[in-house]
Protein backbone atom coordinates (compact mmCIF):
# COMPACT_ATOMS: atom_id res chain seq x y z
CA UNK A 1 0.00 0.00 0.00
CA UNK A 2 1.24 3.63 -0.89
CA UNK A 3 0.48 6.23 1.37
CA UNK A 4 -1.13 9.47 -0.47
CA UNK A 5 0.33 11.61 2.50
CA UNK A 6 3.69 11.66 1.62
CA UNK A 7 5.23 14.37 -1.43
CA UNK A 8 4.64 12.93 -4.77
CA UNK A 9 8.08 12.00 -5.60
CA UNK A 10 8.13 9.83 -2.35
CA UNK A 11 5.57 7.87 -3.47
CA UNK A 12 6.66 7.18 -6.88
CA UNK A 13 10.24 6.41 -4.86
CA UNK A 14 8.28 3.68 -3.25
CA UNK A 15 6.08 2.37 -6.43
CA UNK A 16 9.46 1.82 -8.41
CA UNK A 17 11.04 0.11 -5.46
CA UNK A 18 8.56 -2.21 -5.09
CA UNK A 19 7.70 -2.96 -8.88
CA UNK A 20 10.84 -2.78 -10.49
CA UNK A 21 10.02 -0.81 -13.76
CA UNK A 22 6.70 0.83 -14.64
CA UNK A 23 5.32 3.50 -17.10
CA UNK A 24 3.99 6.54 -16.42
CA UNK A 25 0.56 6.08 -17.16
CA UNK A 26 0.95 2.93 -14.64
CA UNK A 27 2.43 5.80 -11.73
CA UNK A 28 -0.13 8.20 -12.92
CA UNK A 29 -3.05 5.77 -12.29
CA UNK A 30 -2.25 4.57 -8.59
CA UNK A 31 -1.36 8.44 -7.36
CA UNK A 32 -4.43 9.87 -9.39
CA UNK A 33 -2.57 12.02 -11.48
CA UNK A 34 -2.48 12.37 -15.47
CA UNK A 35 0.76 10.28 -17.16
CA UNK A 36 1.50 14.06 -18.70
CA UNK A 37 2.25 14.67 -14.79
CA UNK A 38 3.55 11.33 -13.74
CA UNK A 39 6.17 11.79 -16.46
CA UNK A 40 7.08 14.99 -15.41
CA UNK A 41 8.15 13.34 -12.15
CA UNK A 42 10.26 10.50 -13.62
CA UNK A 43 11.86 13.05 -15.73
CA UNK A 44 12.47 14.91 -12.79
CA UNK A 45 13.78 12.01 -11.14
CA UNK A 46 16.07 10.71 -13.94
CA UNK A 47 18.07 14.24 -13.92
CA UNK A 48 18.39 13.99 -10.29
CA UNK A 49 20.03 10.62 -11.03
CA UNK A 50 17.50 9.05 -9.13
CA UNK A 51 15.91 6.96 -12.24
CA UNK A 52 16.44 5.54 -15.39
CA UNK A 53 14.19 5.75 -18.62
CA UNK A 54 14.21 2.32 -20.82
CA UNK A 55 12.40 1.41 -23.98
CA UNK A 56 10.57 -2.16 -23.67
CA UNK A 57 9.51 -4.28 -26.40
CA UNK A 58 5.60 -5.23 -25.87
CA UNK A 59 4.10 -7.96 -27.81
CA UNK A 60 2.14 -5.71 -30.11
CA UNK A 61 2.75 -2.36 -31.40
CA UNK A 62 5.54 0.15 -30.31
CA UNK A 63 7.84 -0.52 -27.34
CA UNK A 64 6.89 1.37 -24.05
CA UNK A 65 8.71 3.06 -22.30
CA UNK A 66 9.22 2.27 -18.26
CA UNK A 67 11.41 3.80 -15.48
CA UNK A 68 13.16 2.03 -12.82
CA UNK A 69 15.04 3.35 -10.06
CA UNK A 70 19.38 3.85 -10.17
CA UNK A 71 21.53 2.84 -7.10
CA UNK A 72 21.54 5.71 -5.80
CA UNK A 73 17.87 6.07 -5.15
CA UNK A 74 18.99 3.35 -1.91
CA UNK A 75 19.68 6.09 -0.12
CA UNK A 76 15.67 7.17 0.16
CA UNK A 77 15.10 3.50 1.59
CA UNK A 78 15.92 2.85 4.91
CA UNK A 79 19.50 0.97 5.51
CA UNK A 80 20.68 -0.65 8.31
CA UNK A 81 24.36 -0.89 7.80
CA UNK A 82 25.82 0.50 10.93
CA UNK A 83 25.07 -2.47 12.87
CA UNK A 84 26.30 -4.73 10.22
CA UNK A 85 29.33 -2.77 10.03
CA UNK A 86 30.21 -3.02 14.22
CA UNK A 87 29.74 -6.54 13.99
CA UNK A 88 32.02 -6.88 11.19
CA UNK A 89 34.88 -4.54 13.23
CA UNK A 90 34.50 -7.21 16.71
CA UNK A 91 34.70 -10.04 14.57
CA UNK A 92 37.86 -9.02 12.98
CA UNK A 93 39.24 -7.58 16.47
CA UNK A 94 38.35 -10.81 17.86
CA UNK A 95 40.36 -12.63 14.90
CA UNK A 96 43.24 -10.14 14.68
CA UNK A 97 43.19 -7.90 17.50
CA UNK A 98 42.25 -4.04 18.05
CA UNK A 99 45.35 -2.57 16.18
CA UNK A 100 43.74 -3.89 12.95
CA UNK A 101 40.65 -2.41 13.38
CA UNK A 102 42.62 1.09 13.72
CA UNK A 103 44.07 0.24 10.46
CA UNK A 104 41.14 0.03 9.08
CA UNK A 105 40.33 3.67 10.29
CA UNK A 106 43.54 4.84 9.26
CA UNK A 107 42.62 3.62 5.66
CA UNK A 108 39.09 5.29 5.87
CA UNK A 109 40.35 8.66 7.42
CA UNK A 110 43.15 8.74 3.88
CA UNK A 111 40.29 8.33 1.71
CA UNK A 112 38.34 11.09 2.85
CA UNK A 113 40.98 13.26 2.69
CA UNK A 114 42.13 12.80 -0.44
CA UNK A 115 38.02 13.02 -1.59
CA UNK A 116 37.79 16.20 0.72
CA UNK A 117 40.72 17.57 -0.25
CA UNK A 118 40.01 17.67 -3.99
CA UNK A 119 36.49 19.03 -3.48
CA UNK A 120 37.79 21.99 -1.26
CA UNK A 121 41.00 23.23 -3.77
CA UNK A 122 41.52 26.62 -3.93
CA UNK A 123 39.24 27.88 -1.89
CA UNK A 124 39.72 30.33 1.54
CA UNK A 125 39.35 28.78 4.80
CA UNK A 126 35.46 30.00 5.60
CA UNK A 127 34.78 28.46 2.02
CA UNK A 128 36.45 25.55 2.54
CA UNK A 129 34.53 24.87 5.91
CA UNK A 130 31.29 25.89 4.74
CA UNK A 131 31.52 23.52 1.16
CA UNK A 132 33.10 20.85 3.64
CA UNK A 133 30.25 21.14 5.84
CA UNK A 134 28.06 20.82 2.30
CA UNK A 135 29.60 17.49 2.16
CA UNK A 136 29.29 15.65 5.37
CA UNK A 137 25.30 17.09 5.96
CA UNK A 138 25.27 14.94 1.95
CA UNK A 139 26.91 11.91 4.05
CA UNK A 140 24.26 12.13 6.59
CA UNK A 141 26.04 14.13 9.34
CA UNK A 142 23.41 16.95 9.23
CA UNK A 143 25.93 19.30 9.06
CA UNK A 144 26.56 23.42 9.14
CA UNK A 145 29.14 26.31 9.76
CA UNK A 146 28.56 28.70 12.18
CA UNK A 147 30.74 31.67 12.58
CA UNK A 148 32.12 32.35 16.09
CA UNK A 149 34.06 35.42 16.35
CA UNK A 150 37.35 34.84 14.73
CA UNK A 151 36.75 31.08 14.65
CA UNK A 152 34.13 28.66 12.26
CA UNK A 153 32.69 26.18 14.06
CA UNK A 154 31.37 23.05 12.15
CA UNK A 155 28.48 21.43 14.07
CA UNK A 156 27.03 18.47 13.03
CA UNK A 157 24.19 17.60 14.62
CA UNK A 158 23.86 13.58 13.45
CA UNK A 159 26.45 10.82 13.41
CA UNK A 160 26.05 7.74 11.02
CA UNK A 161 29.01 6.22 12.65
CA UNK A 162 27.32 6.49 16.12
CA UNK A 163 27.03 3.75 17.28
CA UNK A 164 30.70 2.71 15.53
CA UNK A 165 32.38 5.33 17.46
CA UNK A 166 30.84 4.37 20.70
CA UNK A 167 32.84 0.93 20.46
CA UNK A 168 35.82 2.42 19.24
CA UNK A 169 36.96 5.83 20.22
CA UNK A 170 40.03 5.76 18.03
CA UNK A 171 37.18 6.48 14.93
CA UNK A 172 36.44 9.97 16.60
CA UNK A 173 40.57 10.57 17.05
CA UNK A 174 40.69 10.18 13.21
CA UNK A 175 37.67 12.21 12.37
CA UNK A 176 39.12 15.06 13.94
CA UNK A 177 42.87 14.10 12.66
CA UNK A 178 40.83 13.95 9.34
CA UNK A 179 39.40 17.92 10.28
CA UNK A 180 42.94 19.08 10.57
CA UNK A 181 44.15 17.62 7.68
CA UNK A 182 42.07 18.88 5.14
CA UNK A 183 41.73 22.10 6.66
CA UNK A 184 45.46 22.68 7.69
CA UNK A 185 44.47 24.67 10.75
CA UNK A 186 43.66 24.03 13.90
CA UNK A 187 40.53 21.95 15.37
CA UNK A 188 39.03 22.12 18.84
CA UNK A 189 35.93 19.11 19.40
CA UNK A 190 34.73 21.12 21.73
CA UNK A 191 31.35 19.27 22.02
CA UNK A 192 30.81 15.25 21.10
CA UNK A 193 28.35 13.16 20.50
CA UNK A 194 29.77 9.95 22.36
CA UNK A 195 29.54 11.89 25.88
CA UNK A 196 25.53 12.57 25.44
CA UNK A 197 25.91 16.32 23.66
CA UNK A 198 23.12 16.96 21.25
CA UNK A 199 26.34 17.08 18.74
CA UNK A 200 29.35 17.40 17.59
CA UNK A 201 31.02 20.94 17.50
CA UNK A 202 34.39 21.75 15.78
CA UNK A 203 36.00 24.67 16.56
CA UNK A 204 38.10 26.22 13.96
CA UNK A 205 40.98 28.23 14.61
CA UNK A 206 41.76 31.62 11.84
CA UNK A 207 44.55 29.86 9.05
CA UNK A 208 47.68 32.37 10.70
CA UNK A 209 47.54 29.82 13.96
CA UNK A 210 49.31 27.07 12.31
CA UNK A 211 48.24 23.67 13.75
CA UNK A 212 50.87 21.12 15.40
CA UNK A 213 50.67 17.47 15.94
CA UNK A 214 50.30 18.02 19.32
CA UNK A 215 47.75 20.55 19.06
CA UNK A 216 45.43 18.02 18.35
CA UNK A 217 42.09 19.11 20.89
CA UNK A 218 39.35 17.67 21.71
CA UNK A 219 37.58 19.27 24.49
CA UNK A 220 35.60 16.49 25.48
CA UNK A 221 38.24 14.59 26.76
CA UNK A 222 38.22 15.53 30.61
Not at 158 to 172: D, R
Request: charged content about 30%.
Amino acid sequence: MIRNDRPTRLQILALLKKNTRMTSKQVGEILGVTPMGARQHLTAMEKDGLGQAEFVRQKAGRPALYFRLTAQANCYFPQNYEPMALEFLKGMEKLEGREKIVEVFQLRKEKLLHQYKSALEQSDLKECVRKLAEIRDAEGYMAEMEENGSALLLIEHNCPIHSIAKEYNELCQHELQLLMDVLNVKVERIQHMVKGESACVYKIAPKDETPEQDEIKDETET
